[in-house]
C-alpha cells in the first residue's frame, strides 16, 4: 500500500509515475535508518565515534538494487526505517513514544510483509519493560492491525519448494545472510565462506551483547537504558527477517541469499 499512496503522490504532483522520484524518496529512508542509529548513540553513554563506521556500511554499492528500483528502494528501505523507529520509540519508555510506535509499526504493516514483524517485537519490548497496561493496548491494537491486514487476503503464487535442502544448508544460508556485508568476492567458488563467517561471529556477538541488556531490564536488575532495549528490538527484527527469507526462499537456491535487495538486513544488524 505504501509503494502505492507514494506512486499516486507522484503522479498528482508531477503528471506522471516518476521513477526517479521513487528512488529518491526511497533511499531518504536509507538515509532515516541512518538518523535513527544516530539519534539513539546520541542519546545513549556511548562515544560519538562509535556513530563514524555506520554510514560505511549503510551506504554502499551492495545495496544498488534497492537504489536504482523504484518500488524496490520505497519498500525495502522503508519498512526497516518504519520497524527502526517503532523500536526507537517504544525503546524511550515514554507514554507519547507509545502513539509514534503505533504510528510506525502500522506504516510498517502497510509496506511490506515483514512489517508484521514490528508487531511481535516491540510486544516483546514492553513485556520486558513491565508495561502491562501498554502491552495489552498494544496486543488489542495488534490483532485489529493484523485482522486488516489479513481481510480478503489473497495467497500470492508461492517460492519454489526447497527440496533435499539439509539443515545444515539452511543453518549456513541463515548465517550468509546475516553476514552480507562481508560478500566481496560474489564471482569466487568460495563466495559464501566469508559471510558465513562474519555472520556466525556477528550473531554470536549480537547474543552476548542482548544477554546483557536483558539482565538490565526491567524484568531483572531495571538499570537498562533505552539503547539496551533498542539493541534487543533490532536484533529480533532482523534474525526473524533472516530466519523467514532462508526458509520462504531456500528454493531459488543459496545464491538467492546474497542479492542485493536484501543486504539492507545485513547491514542494520552489523550496525
Not at 500500500?1 to 504532483?13: S, T
Not at 560519538?48 to 551506504?59: I, K, M, R, S, Y
Amino acid at each position: 500500500a505504501y509503494d502505492r499512496l507514494v506512486a499516486l503522490l507522484v503522479y498528482k504532483l508531477t503528471g506522471e509515475i516518476n521513477f526517479v522520484w521513487l528512488m529518491a524518496l526511497g533511499f531518504i529512508s536509507l538515509l532515516g535508518i541512518l538518523f535513527v542509529l544516530c539519534k539513539v548513540i546520541r542519546e545513549s553513554p556511548l562515544p560519538n565515534v562509535v556513530f563514524w563506521p555506520l554510514p560505511f556500511l549503510l551506504l554502499t554499492f551492495q545495496h544498488h538494487e534497492n537504489t536504482l528500483w523504484g518500488m524496490a528502494a520505497l519498500q525495502n528501505f522503508s519498512v526497516v526505517f518504519f520497524v527502526l523507529s517503532a523500536v526507537s520509540a517504544v525503546a524511550k519508555n515514554l507514554e507519547w513514544s507509545f502513539c509514534w510506535a503505533l504510528f510506525f509499526s502500522i506504516s510498517a504493516l502497510l509496506t511490506s510483509g515483514n512489517g508484521l514483524l514490528a508487531w511481535p517485537v516491540v510486544a516483546g519490548l514492553l513485556l520486558v519493560q513491565r508495561r502491562w497496561q501498554a502491552l495489552g493496548i498494544w496486543l488489542l491494537a495488534a490483532a485489529l492491525a493484523v485482522g486488516f491486514y489479513f481481510f480478503q487476503y489473497e495467497k500470492p503464487p508461492g517460492n519454489p519448494p526447497a527440496t533435499a535442502v539439509s539443515v545444515g544448508q539452511y543453518v549456513g544460508g541463515f548465517l550468509a545472510l546475516i553476514g552480507g556485508v562481508a560478500d566481496w568476492r560474489p564471482a569466487s567458488p568460495n563466495r559464501f565462506v566469508g559471510p558465513v563467517l562474519v555472520g556466525g561471529v556477528l550473531v554470536l556477538l549480537a547474543l552476548f551483547l542482548n544477554g546483557r541488556a536483558l539482565r538490565r531490564s526491567s524484568l531483572f536488575s531495571g538499570k537498562a537504558k533505552p539503547a539496551d532495549y533498542f539493541l534487543m528490538g533490532v536484533t529480533a527484527f532482523t534474525l526473524a527477517t533472516a530466519l523467514v527469507v532462508v526458509v520462504g526462499r531456500m528454493g531459488f537456491g543459496e545464491a538467492v541469499l546474497l542479492t542485493s535487495r536484501i543486504k539492507i538486513y545485513s547491514a542494520v544488524f552489523a550496525c
